[in-house]
């Protein structure tokens, strides 16, 4: 029933936009004195320079549609931060992609009961709606998490940010021990 309506609404709509062009090339052959061909001929003209201006800006966009690419990357943890080879757990790799107003967050790490909770609630934090998600073991102590988010109005970092916080996030679950 609703789309009925909406499609209605739709008709509707173009009959008004019908009407009013008819209206203004009515005056125009009234007022200014020029002919109807002559003005549609310039409505076609412009309508065309339009789609070409679009088309353009369209195939700009394919051909560059990520704005930034972030991976944020360490081998070795360590609860000074500094790189103790001494130390055996391996740190994960964040990788953040920000098109318009979505986010493509890929992660790889080990393994962690509490990682993909831990994610989600600094992802909530940070003001971003997940989508979609998927986590994929590699090897035995290997996982591998792409999400798919979108900015909220509030959503204030730059890609390079957002990584370093998630890796942070990360960082917390590795180093801290499981709750009892």
């Known amino acids: 029933m609703q ?3 909406e499609e209605m609404q739709t008709m509707l709509n173009l009959g008004v936009t ?3 062009a008819m209206c203004v090339v009515d005056h125009l052959t009234w007022v200014e004195g020029l002919d109807k061909a002559s ?3 310039n409505a076609i003209k412009y ?3 339009l789609q070409e201006h679009v088309k353009k800006h369209e195939d700009e966009t394919k051909k560059n549609p990520v704005e930034s690419i972030v991976c944020v990357k360490k ?18 790799e964040v990788a953040v992609r920000v098109s318009e107003n979505y986010v493509i967050v890929r992660i790889q790490c080990e393994k962690q ?7 989600f609630s600094e992802m909530e934090k940070l003001h971003l709606i997940v989508i979609n998600s998927s ?3 590699f090897g ?5 998490t792409n999400i798919i988010a979108q900015m909220d109005p509030r959503f204030s970092m730059i890609a390079n940010d957002l990584a370093k916080s998630l890796r942070s996030a990360i960082q917390d679950v590795l180093i801290s021990p499981p709750p009892e």
Do not use: Y
């Open 140 to 144: 035995h102590s290997i996982l591998s």
């Open 75 to 92: 081998s070795w943890l360590s609860e000074e931060d500094d790189f103790d080879m001494s130390c055996t757990q391996v740190l994960p």
């Open 39 to 41: 003005v549609l001929g």
């Open 3 to 5: 789309r009925l309506s």
């Open 47 to 49: 309508i065309k320079e």
């Open 18 to 20: 019908r009407l009013a």
């Open 135 to 137: 986590v994929i073991p």
């Open 113 to 119: 009961n509490r990682f993909i909770a831990k994610i």
